[in-house]
């Protein structure tokens, strides 16, 4: 009622007989009782509120701790990466290097003699293309880390334009042919009529040189062929081989930097392992990718 809330008790009274004799009725305020409750509930408040808080730090603190275990994960990978690449600098400048001074020595001594034969000029023709070919080398190195350099600093400039896909790929086909011949390889060009794109032609044609060239180097006898086909929203350029192949192991790390397939028939192959991080990050910056289907000794479909 308006002064509050009761409850309303009835209590029967007995006398000493255990008879009834009457009923007491009276009224017991629940201030006391509501009091209580509202203040357990406070107290609810309060300890959720405090529990809440508690949960919140430890929550901290484990993301904390999990950033300082990410960044040691990464510093680890960072540590192995730059073991690679010292691995991986020193043998591919080292190579060439040894070369260049074995035959600048070869060169001062022929030099020397007063008279020259023929075979003797042949000979050193011989040595200046190998000095040019261990010089192409060292450059194709450097150039790699630069433009690694470059594009992870986001330096690297895109000049989108509308280009021929199929241009680039028989113009990036005819600058391989003399490769193919020398390895006894067949070329073969599916390329159809294709719509045309927007990319940057300089670096759609870096990509297809990449692929052209890895498809013959990791080729030892066979067919590559380049193929060609569009869709709704993509024209896609396929270089397929019949060579070595790669095991799913291997595919999942292919685009890594500095990654190299490490086997016997590989020793022999020179590289860099950027290669193919550049173009597939290339061919994202210009809102493309590249995938690749491969088979271990049946050979691989890279398709940009």
Do not use: C
Request: aromatic share 6%.
């Amino acid at each position: 009622d308006d002064n509050g809330r009761f409850w309303n008790i009835g209590k029967s009274i007995k006398d000493k007989n255990g008879k009834k004799v009457g009923i007491l009725l009276f009224q017991m305020s629940l201030d006391a009782h509501d009091r209580f409750v509202k203040d357990a509930i406070s107290k609810v408040y309060v300890v959720t509120l405090l529990s809440l808080l508690v949960v919140l730090l430890l929550v901290a603190n484990h993301i904390r701790t999990l950033k300082y275990a990410i960044k040691a994960t990464k510093l680890e990978e960072i540590d192995h990466m730059k073991d690679d690449f010292i691995s991986m600098a020193s043998h591919e400048l080292k190579s060439p290097l040894t070369a260049m001074q074995g035959y600048v020595e070869l060169l001062e001594d022929d030099l020397s003699e007063k008279e020259m034969t023929e075979n003797k000029k042949e000979e050193i023709g011989h040595y200046v293309q190998q000095i040019g070919s261990s010089t192409k080398r060292l450059r194709e190195l450097v150039e790699d880390l630069l433009e690694v350099s470059r594009l992870q600093q986001n330096r690297i400039p895109i000049n989108v334009s509308e280009i021929s896909v199929k241009d680039i790929a028989l113009a990036a086909a005819e600058q391989h042919q003399v490769l193919v011949k020398e390895k006894g390889l067949e070329l073969k060009l599916s390329l159809p009529e294709l719509p045309i794109v927007f990319a940057d032609s300089d670096r759609v044609r870096q990509i297809a040189i990449n692929l052209i060239s890895n498809a013959i180097k990791y080729t030892p006898k066979g067919t590559i062929e380049l193929m060609g086909k569009s869709d709704d929203e993509f024209v896609y350029f396929t270089v397929a081989d019949s060579g070595l192949g790669m095991s799913a192991e291997q595919v999942a790390h292919l685009f890594e930097k500095f990654y190299r397939i490490k086997t016997d028939q590989t020793s022999r192959i020179s590289g860099t392992g950027l290669g193919l991080w550049i173009s597939r990050e290339l061919a994202r910056k210009m809102g493309g990718d590249i995938n690749v289907e491969s088979i271990e000794g049946v050979g691989s479909h890279f398709t940009l």
